[in-house]
């Protein structure tokens, strides 16, 4: 009997101490933007999971603007006199650059930066590179770009 109480608790806490991390993923583009956006600004002060692709802004006039010439990649919607953009996403490490699009791959912590000249600034920095893989009792909680729920 005391070994099935041993068993039962052990199990209990293994399900207590699990870890759930929503993970984002998908081809971000001008329509999903806006999804993005509010999947960072809801995980403000926490770690969630990317695997993102966007394509490098091909001029300043494009709507999705994507770049990384100054160092940290820096992705927001381009104002118009109709819609004002309201935030900008920064990540200051964890992304790639290949064949004209930047991958932001892995766990990164998202953090308010404040509002500067009317935009809110996100950061993200890429955790860990381990933390995924050392911890088993992270799970991730897979949502795609795309399909709101």
């Known amino acids: 009997m005391i070994a099935s109480i041993l068993v039962f608790a052990s199990i209990g ?14 081809t971000l583009t001008e329509s999903t933007y806006p999804e993005f956006e509010t999947f ?11 695997k993102i692709t966007v394509e490098r802004a091909r001029s300043d006039d494009a ?6 010439d100054n160092g940290p990649l820096v992705i927001y919607l381009k104002s118009t006199p109709d819609e004002p953009g309201d ?4 990540a200051d490490n964890g992304f790639s650059y290949r064949d004209g699009a930047y991958r932001l791959d892995g766990l990164f912590t998202i953090k308010n930066k ?6 809110v600034s996100y950061s993200l920095r890429k955790a860990a590179a381990s933390a995924g ?12 770009l795309g399909k709101a729920q």
């Open 114 to 119: 404040g509002t500067h000249q009317g935009v």
């Open 40 to 50: 960072v600004d809801d995980h403000v002060n926490k770690v969630a999971g990317l």
């Open 63 to 68: 709507p999705l603007q994507a770049s990384a």
């Open 133 to 144: 893989k050392i911890d088993p009792a992270i799970r991730f909680e897979p949502v795609e």
């Open 87 to 90: 935030s900008e996403i920064v």
């Open 13 to 26: 806490f293994a399900q207590a101490a699990e870890r759930r991390i929503p993970r984002l993923s998908g």
